[in-house]
C-alpha cells in the first residue's frame, strides 16, 4: 500500500516542484492543474479488483488454516478451563503448556499471513500505480496540464481526473 502510494506521491511531489520553480517563467500564460484519487484507483479499477480476486484466491488456504489454527485454540482452551480444576498437577501443567504452545504458534501463523497478504498487496498495487502513472503522464502532456496532484485537502470537482485515468487504466492502455 504505501509503496505503491509512494510511487505516486514522488511522481506528483516532482511534477509540484518543476511547476513552482517554472511558475513564474509561465506567470503570462494561465497553468493547468489536475488531481486524481489515488484510492480510488485501488478501488475502483477493474485492475484492482482483479488483483483482489487474485489474492483472495492466493490466500485462502492459508486464510483458512489460520481460522482452523483459532477454531482449535479456542476449543483447548476452553476444555482446559472447564477440566483445569480436576486434573492432576501434571496432567494441568502439561495440558497449559500445550494451549500456551498452540497459542504461539497461531499469533506466529496469523502475523506471517498478515505481512505475506500485506506485501502481495503492495506489489498488486505498485502495478496499478505504475500504469497509473503512465497514463496521468499521457494525460498531463495531451490535456496541457502543468502539474498533476494527489495529495489536498480541497479540490474542485473540475480539475478532478479520477474518472478518465479509471477509464484508460480499464481499457487496458
Known amino acids: 500500500m504505501k509503496t ?13 516542484l ?3 520553480t517554472l511558475a513564474p517563467v509561465h506567470a503570462q ?8 484519487s489515488p484510492e480510488r484507483i485501488y478501488n475502483e479499477s477493474k485492475m484492482a ?7 483472495a484466491e492466493e490466500f485462502s488456504k492459508r ?3 489460520v481460522e482452523d489454527l483459532a477454531t482449535r485454540l479456542k476449543e483447548a482452551s476452553q476444555k482446559f478451563e472447564k477440566e483445569a480444576l480436576s486434573l492432576p498437577e501434571a496432567e494441568r501443567f502439561k495440558r497449559q503448556r500445550e494451549v500456551v504452545e498452540l497459542d504461539k504458534e497461531f499469533q506466529r501463523r496469523q502475523r506471517e499471513f498478515r505481512e505475506d497478504l500485506a506485501q502481495r498487496t503492495n506489489e498488486e498495487r505498485a502495478v ?16 496541457g496540464f502543468d502539474v498533476v496532484l494527489q495529495d ?11 474518472d478518465k485515468v479509471l477509464a484508460a487504466l480499464d481499457k487496458g492502455k
Open 49 to 55: 479488483k482483479l488483483a483482489g480476486d487474485k489474492l
Open 128 to 143: 496499478i500505480a505504475e500504469k497509473a502513472t503512465n497514463i496521468i503522464k499521457q494525460l498531463a502532456q495531451t490535456e
Open 29 to 36: 500564460n494561465s497553468s493547468r492543474i489536475a488531481w486524481f
Open 4 to 16: 505503491a502510494s509512494a510511487t505516486l506521491g514522488k511522481f506528483a511531489a516532482v511534477l509540484a
Open 63 to 65: 486464510q483458512k488454516a
Open 152 to 162: 489536498a485537502v480541497w479540490v474542485n470537482p473540475r480539475i478532478d481526473i479520477t
Open 18 to 20: 518543476g511547476w513552482l
